[in-house]
């Protein structure tokens, strides 16, 4: 069974850094596109960046263009997101996505980890 677990969340001040890391467990990374999504309370989950199964194709919300970086690193089963330049705005929990069609459709949902920008 294919599990996908988010680490690196934290709380960082205005202007910070943080990496988060999506481990997937039970199955091969190779085989999903990713992505990285967002909820703030009280607003709707947004996706913030995605990298299709071959890496080659990258796509960020035009909220984090420019300071997000999602990679992904196939031998070690792994997905991250690089923040950088962090705002207020970013606060969420951020979670990760696992999608594939083929041979069946499979999607996959991490538990999810809180980001706090804060002073």
């Known amino acids: 069974q294919v599990q996908l677990v988010e680490s690196g969340g934290g709380l960082v001040q205005p202007g910070g850094s943080l990496r988060l890391s999506c481990a997937l467990s039970?199955?091969?990374?190779?085989?999903?596109?990713l992505s990285w999504y967002r909820q703030a309370p009280g607003k709707e989950r947004e996706k913030v960046a995605s990298?299709?199964?071959?890496?080659?194709?990258?796509n960020y919300g035009d909220s984090v263009k420019g300071r997000f970086t999602i990679s992904r690193d196939n031998a070690k089963n792994t997905v991250y997101l690089q923040m950088n330049s962090l705002k207020p705005e970013d606060t969420a929990m951020y979670y990760c996505?696992?999608?594939?069609?083929?041979?069946?459709?499979?999607?996959?949902w991490g538990q999810g980890t809180q980001v706090t920008v804060s002073s």
């Open positions: 996505n696992a999608l594939r069609g083929w041979p069946t459709r499979d999607e996959y």
């Open positions: 039970g199955g091969a990374l190779s085989s999903y596109a």
């Open positions: 990298v299709d199964r071959f890496g080659g194709v990258i």
